[in-house]
């Protein structure tokens, strides 16, 4: 009965090692999306701080691949000291990713203060070229996001860029797709997009947040059913008689 427990255990764990593999992959994909997302919206926050639970679960998930390789070996060579170090490893990694969710929800509230601070600056800092980092996260945005200055179009009036071209138009970027011969004229608001773009941009880092949280959450999870078996089998292993002479090939007198 009890080598039924320690090899059910060990199978667990020999799938939950298969899982890090996974998951290191994974948590590799969601921090190098969040790194690469936040790129298309770095000039809508200043704090570069927001980035660094997307460092973390990319470390992590680096660190998932190694901890997978060594809880596959300790678990298949019934190492007691692997499978210590195995469990010790894992509780720094839980304990990695509690931290990462916490700083996730920490950043995911501050999205939106960052947002509300820099965004008006950012459009007064268009000038309509491709040249200019300002204007292409503008125009970007506006395209991806399906929005139009940072409430409304009207918002473009207020801007350096409006005041100096003096022909009452925003950019192409604010056109509907589906509108052909679009000239930005504010003289044709229904060819333009009615939503601001603020709000759909906080709403849109905040997601991206969510995604770290999540994956965290998730792998956190399973991490600590990983520690569990783990520990059954240790515990296991060095209480029961029958298994230690199993493993050694002894015999009962």
């Known amino acids: 009965m009890g080598q039924c427990g320690i090899t059910s255990s060990k199978t667990v764990l020999v799938f939950l090692n298969?899982?890090?593999?996974?998951?290191?992959?994974?948590?590799?994909?969601?921090?190098a999306y969040v790194f690469i997302t936040y790129d298309d919206y770095d000039h809508f926050f200043e704090?570069?701080?927001?980035?660094?639970?997307?460092?973390?679960?990319?470390?992590?998930?680096?660190?998932l691949f190694i901890i997978g390789l060594i809880g596959?070996?300790?678990?298949?060579?019934?190492?007691?000291?692997?499978l210590a170090t195995f469990v010790i490893i894992l509780m720094l990694v839980f304990v990695t990713e509690v931290v990462v969710v916490v700083l996730g929800y920490i950043y995911r509230a501050k999205v939106e203060d960052e947002v509300n601070h820099s965004i008006q600056k950012v459009y007064n800092e268009y000038n309509g070229t491709n040249t200019d980092a300002p204007s292409r996260a503008i125009d970007y945005v506006q395209r991806q996001l399906?929005?139009?200055?940072?409430?409304?179009?009207?918002?473009?009036?207020n801007t350096r860029w409006f005041?100096?071209?003096?022909?009452?138009?925003?950019?192409?970027?604010?056109?509907?797709?589906?509108?052909?011969?679009?000239?930005g004229s504010l003289l044709h608001p229904g060819d333009l997009y009615p939503e601001g773009c603020e709000e759909l941009v906080v709403k849109k880092l905040k997601e991206i947040m969510m995604y770290v949280i999540w994956?965290?959450?998730?792998?956190?999870?399973?991490q600590m059913l990983g520690m569990l078996c783990a520990c059954v089998v240790l515990c296991r292993r060095s209480r029961d008689p029958a298994y230690e002479l199993l493993m050694t090939g002894g015999t009962y007198a």
């Open 47 to 63: 704090d570069v701080y927001t980035l660094i639970p997307a460092v973390v679960i990319i470390a992590v998930g680096a660190l």
């Open 215 to 222: 994956a965290a959450l998730t792998f956190a999870a399973i």
């Open 163 to 183: 005041k100096e071209s003096k022909n009452n138009s925003v950019p192409l970027s604010c056109c509907k797709p589906n509108v052909s011969n679009c000239t």
């Open 72 to 82: 596959c070996c300790a678990t298949i060579r019934e190492s007691r000291c692997g």
């Open 146 to 157: 399906h929005c139009c200055g940072i409430t409304n179009f009207a918002d473009w009036r």
């Open 18 to 31: 298969l899982i890090f593999w996974a998951a290191a992959g994974i948590l590799c994909y969601v921090g």
